[in-house]
């Protein structure tokens, strides 16, 4: 156990190093069909991933087929229905996080307009079913996609059909780490409410302003959730560690092994692994890189590693890519700002924080919790943004703070209507139900 808590420990910062990373998704589209495009063919993903070679990204393979693209710290990899990543560098402030999203979005604008294809960013694929989906050649897809329907209803949707956008951010130690944890967690489902951006599920509306986090209540128990562990006396690295351990595996990644390398333990224990009792490889222990690969198989609504991953926000365009980092750096980076953000949930019960989860996919920022609108609650969680990047402090060209990145969340706090509320009442309106304008409008 010592070793698997030291791998947490070793993610301990001073705060002069700390850093955010920011992640978006975004789906292609054939811009005269509107269909999701498969990965080979002259128009396809592996076209675009090749077309941004040019711009000095490398590739990196899996069977022989381009499935990534590394540069200077960041990467562009794809989801399991071709959805396109970019997985920033760590970077110092929110205008860097905003100037290398807006250079990744230019390239592959460049590339697509010569493919005949767009993007565009959904937390829900609008149109396509399932079977409509192409999928990707990776081989640790092979093995979820055999798994999850196995475990939950939703699974396969997760995979194919979603969407989101991310930040992680750095503790200074365990302490640190316990109460970015909680706070952050507990405020997952308002950052669902101000971004949400999903209403439609194959071409029609789909009851849910949010349809991905709908998604994440019926993909596998075990792995996902709000964790109310997190908030019970003695949570920390340990207590994390034995959640992961009580978590199924997936894979074990493996040099020259088929399947891309991915051998397939799904449903196996990784407890057993650790005694050299893995039925998928008997008699072998696991090394630091099996236990870091596992824990990128947990989906909670906070994610820990040598950092903390925020997951609870539906995809968007372009300006709400860095409202979401300006967000959580707001409140997590400044110290008084992430004292008054706990103090502000921290009266919240494991109940609150479950329906508060459900309601925000649904209804957005409607309704109430611990006997307040959930606006006036998202209306405070911004004001304390606010101020802690007014603390922090960081000026782009001596004149301008980061503050400005959240003007449309405090929009959309303040008209309760969220994204999708608004896409809901376009489509009901001037587009006449006509989808192709929502691809026309939305995308990058």
Request: with cysteine; glycine share 10%; hydrophobic share 40%.
């Given at each position: 156990m010592a070793d698997l808590v030291s791998y947490f420990e070793s993610g301990n910062k001073p705060r002069e190093k700390w850093r955010i990373g920011a992640e978006h998704e975004k789906f292609a589209f054939h811009l005269d069909t509107l269909r999701r495009p498969a990965y080979e063919g002259p128009d396809g993903i592996e076209a675009m991933l090749v077309g941004l070679e040019r711009f000095g990204w490398k590739p990196y393979y899996e069977n022989g087929k381009i499935i990534a693209l590394l540069k200077n710290g960041a990467s562009v990899t794809l989801e399991p229905g071709g959805q396109f990543e970019l997985s920033g560098a760590p970077l110092e402030t929110i205008h860097d996080i905003c100037n290398e999203t807006g250079q990744h979005l230019e390239e592959v604008k460049t590339v697509a307009s010569e493919l005949k294809l767009g993007f565009i960013g959904l937390g829900f694929s609008p149109l396509w079913t399932r079977e409509e989906t192409p999928v990707m050649p990776k081989g640790r897809y092979n093995i979820m996609r055999a798994y999850m329907p196995k475990v939950g209803k939703l699974g396969l949707d997760m995979m194919l059909r979603t969407c989101t956008v991310q930040a992680n951010l750095d503790y200074g130690d365990e302490a640190d780490m316990v109460l970015k944890f909680r706070t952050s967690l507990?405020?997952?489902?308002?950052?669902?409410?101000?971004?949400?951006?999903?209403?439609?599920?194959?071409?029609?509306?789909?009851?849910?302003?949010?349809?991905?986090?709908?998604?994440?209540?019926?993909?596998?128990?075990?792995?996902?959730?709000?964790?109310?562990?997190?908030?019970?006396?003695?949570?920390?690295?340990?207590?994390?560690?034995?959640?992961?351990?009580?978590?199924?595996?997936?894979?074990?990644?493996?040099?020259?092994?088929?399947?891309?390398?991915?051998?397939?333990?799904?449903?196996?224990?990784?407890?057993?692994?650790?005694?050299?009792?893995?039925?998928?490889?008997?008699?072998?222990?696991?090394?630091?890189?099996?236990?870091?690969?596992?824990?990128?198989?947990?989906?909670?609504?906070?994610?820990?590693?040598?950092?903390?991953?925020?997951?609870?926000?539906?995809?968007?365009?372009?300006?709400?890519?860095?409202?979401?980092?300006?967000?959580?750096?707001?409140?997590?980076?400044?110290?008084?700002?992430?004292?008054?953000?706990?103090?502000?949930?921290?009266?919240?019960?494991?109940?609150?924080?479950?329906?508060?989860?459900?309601?925000?996919?649904?209804?957005?920022?409607?309704?109430?919790?611990?006997?307040?609108?959930?606006?006036?609650?998202?209306?405070?969680?911004?004001?304390?943004?606010?101020?802690?990047?007014?603390?922090?402090?960081?000026?782009?060209?001596?004149?301008?703070?980061?503050?400005?990145?959240?003007?449309?969340?405090?929009?959309?706090?303040?008209?309760?209507?969220?994204?999708?509320?608004?896409?809901?009442?376009?489509?009901?309106?001037?587009?006449?139900?006509?989808?192709?304008?929502?691809?026309?409008?939305?995308?990058?």
């Open positions: 507990a405020l997952q489902p308002i950052a669902t409410a101000l971004f949400a951006n999903s209403p439609f599920i194959e071409g029609k509306p789909s009851g849910f302003l949010s349809a991905r986090a709908n998604v994440w209540t019926d993909t596998d128990p075990d792995r996902t959730g709000m964790l109310d562990f997190v908030f019970e006396d003695g949570f920390g690295f340990e207590r994390y560690a034995r959640y992961a351990l009580d978590v199924p595996m997936y894979f074990v990644k493996r040099e020259g092994a088929a399947n891309g390398g991915y051998i397939d333990a799904s449903g196996q224990d990784f407890k057993a692994f650790l005694k050299g009792e893995l039925p998928a490889l008997p008699g072998e222990l696991p090394t630091m890189d099996d236990w870091a690969d596992h824990l990128t198989t947990l989906f909670p609504e906070v994610r820990l590693k040598k950092y903390l991953e925020m997951r609870g926000a539906d995809a968007g365009p372009w300006g709400r890519l860095c409202a979401l980092p300006a967000l959580w750096a707001g409140l997590l980076y400044d110290q008084p700002s992430l004292e008054a953000a706990w103090e502000l949930v921290r009266g919240w019960s494991n109940d609150d924080h479950n329906t508060l989860r459900g309601m925000a996919a649904r209804t957005g920022l409607k309704g109430e919790i611990a006997g307040r609108p959930v606006k006036d609650w998202a209306m405070d969680v911004l004001e304390i943004a606010k101020q802690g990047l007014k603390n922090h402090n960081r000026l782009s060209g001596g004149l301008i703070d980061e503050t400005g990145y959240l003007a449309e969340l405090f929009e959309i706090a303040e008209s309760g209507l969220t994204p999708a509320d608004r896409l809901l009442e376009k489509f009901n309106g001037v587009w006449q139900g006509d989808f192709r304008k929502l691809y026309e409008e939305e995308a990058y």
